[in-house]
């Protein structure tokens, strides 16, 4: 029986020809005769998928789109994490990427001569554009992003600064690094102004955070959450200034471009970790530290850190606690009970390693079961409030 050949097949070993040629000697070099000593196979067969030269360079052009497609189609996963994923993608960043974009910017310069090559281009970048918008929406849904953005402008402008970034790397006039940095920046000016610098993690569900004794963070955790999170172990444990962005990344698992992306620079991350804490005692309902103790004991970790520390939200959080306690109208006497009540109750958390010990109790909850008695004896929480 006579050999089966697929065609399609045939015409896709021509055209991979076709871009090798390209990506190495430019397309002057494209001919029935270098493309055939490529492939390995004969001019006539060559000539026999495609009559002529313009012919075999139309059908590259069409190969060329499924190869960015699925470069990009498995980052669309939707939201702000995909639409990054996809722009970075889109740069040459690696080996295969790099002859792909040398031999794009080869046949879009070819494009100006060959109406048909030209409407390729623009059909592909259509659809990829959608695609584009339809994540900046998903992220704008997510409240990741700004919701006043207009998708379709912030889609041309993002492909326009990836496509400036990738001539860029191709010239060697950027680096790698230096053009994910610059992508992530942009995004980072597109935020919500409603995300703020906090974290995304709600404190009705802070039960639900990593422990910063190893433990994984749980699956389902956005990638702000996981960083916001890893922050708050790293500074506990290291405190500021020996806790670096790349510490924290590592922690998360993410790029530190990416960590820049969501927070900004270290002292915009240790501020959403102030405002975080802050946010969490202010939404604990009782006393705040048998809140903390019974579902966030890492939040304690964070406030004995930045309480030693003098952090610029120390001040801040002091003083909204101190409010928890006041009546709605205190007096001077109110005050300076409440202060005093909240420096006492603050005490704690710098030294319940040292009550632990003395104590003989290492379980969080058993801990402040414990040391809880212990504070009511001497001062009741509600004291203020008794008429």
């Not at 006579?2 to 430019?26: F, L, N, W």
């Not at 397309?27 to 055939?36: F, N, Q």
């Not at 390729?120 to 953005?149: K, N």
Request: charged share 20%; net charge negative; proline share 4%.
């Amino acid at each position: 029986m006579p050999k089966r050949v697929d065609h399609e097949q045939r015409r896709r070993q021509i055209a991979d020809a076709v871009r090798g040629i390209v990506a190495d000697q430019g397309l002057e070099a494209v001919s029935i005769g270098t493309v055939a000593t490529a492939a390995g196979i004969s001019k006539g067969l060559v000539q026999h998928y495609f009559p002529t030269r313009e012919a075999m360079l139309r059908y590259t052009t069409a190969t060329l789109r499924d190869h960015v497609e699925n470069q990009v189609r498995p980052e669309f996963a939707g939201g702000l994490p995909g639409l990054r994923a996809a722009l970075i993608a889109l740069l040459p960043l690696g080996a295969h990427s790099r002859v792909e974009a040398l031999v794009a910017n080869a046949f879009v310069v070819h494009a100006l001569k060959d109406p048909e090559i030209a409407e390729r281009f623009r059909v592909g970048h259509s659809q990829l554009r959608e695609a584009v918008a339809a994540m900046i929406a998903a992220a704008q849904a997510d409240g990741d992003l700004d919701s006043q953005l207009d998708a379709t402008q912030e889609a041309d402008l993002l492909l326009a600064l990836v496509s400036g970034l990738g001539d860029a790397v191709l010239l060697g006039h950027r680096s790698a690094a230096e053009a994910t940095s610059l992508v992530d920046h942009h995004l980072s000016r597109l935020r919500s102004s409603h995300s703020g610098n906090m974290l995304v993690l709600p404190t009705q569900q802070y039960e639900h955070i990593a422990g910063w004794d190893g433990a994984e963070a749980p699956t389902g955790l956005t990638t702000r959450a996981r960083i916001g999170n890893a922050a708050l172990a790293q500074f506990s444990q290291h405190g500021y200034a020996g806790t670096s962005l790349r510490m924290v990344a590592e922690a998360a698992g993410v790029s530190v471009g990416l960590v820049q992306h969501h927070f900004g620079t270290k002292a915009d991350l240790r501020a959403a970790c102030d405002a975080y804490v802050t946010e969490y005692f202010q939404a604990s309902s009782g006393d705040f530290l048998a809140e903390a103790y019974r579902v966030g004991p890492q939040v304690l970790d964070y406030l004995a850190r930045i309480l030693v520390e003098g952090s610029p939200g120390a001040a801040s959080l002091f003083d909204n606690l101190v409010a928890q306690h006041l009546k709605a109208a205190p007096s001077q006497e109110d005050r300076t009970v409440a202060a005093v009540l909240t420096a006492m109750k603050l005490g704690i958390p710098l030294l319940r390693d040292h009550l632990a010990r003395v104590l003989r109790i290492g379980d969080a909850e058993e801990r402040w079961h414990e040391i809880a008695k212990a504070m009511l004896a001497i001062v009741s929480p509600a004291v203020l409030s008794d008429p």
